[in-house]
């Protein structure tokens, strides 16, 4: 599994989202924060979700796009947005593509378990690059960590 590096090219997105529609990279004008996240609806990846939607305001007024990504199906995430409210725009990668060429499937560890999975990361994508990475991410702070990145572009 290879790592994204910042300077390197995006790997291209073509996803189907809550809603149904399908999005893809090329479809983003402004900058793209791209987070991948475990599962829905599990304590992180919830607080996670509900933080990004919370400051969506401030991201557009930079000319951002949030998009979160899991393996979850569209209707999983649509049952996920109606509970939490939320805003954002949720895509499903359930064959998993889009988590190997972002480096984000890989070999996780819990309670003594070792398991697969979505390791949490967020991607800061401008011009078709890669402008910034966050791996291993730890929810307390990183919306605003992300935020003011997204303005210091």
Do not use: N
């Not at 793209?32 to 304590?43: G, N």
């Not at 996920?80 to 805003?87: E, G, M, P, V």
Request: glycine share 10%; net charge negative; hydrophobic share 40%.
């Amino acid at each position: 599994m290879s790592k994204l590096q910042i300077g390197d090219a995006a790997p291209a997105i073509t996803l189907p989202r809550d809603g149904g529609e399908t999005v893809t990279l090329a479809d983003i004008t402004g900058p793209l924060v791209l987070y991948f996240y475990p599962r829905d609806d599990t304590p992180g990846c919830t607080t996670e979700a509900i933080g990004f939607t919370a400051e969506l305001e401030a991201f557009a007024q930079s000319g951002a796009t949030i998009w979160g990504v899991s393996k979850d199906t569209v209707s999983k995430h649509e049952k996920f947005i109606t509970k939490h409210d939320l805003k954002i725009a949720l895509l499903s990668d359930a064959d998993g593509d889009l988590c190997e060429r972002y480096g984000v499937w890989g070999e996780k560890k819990m309670y003594g378990k070792v398991f697969m999975g979505i390791e949490r990361a967020t991607f800061l994508i401008a011009d078709g690059k890669i402008v910034r990475v966050w791996r291993k991410v730890k929810v307390p702070g990183h919306v605003e960590d992300v935020l003011e990145a997204v303005r210091g572009l």
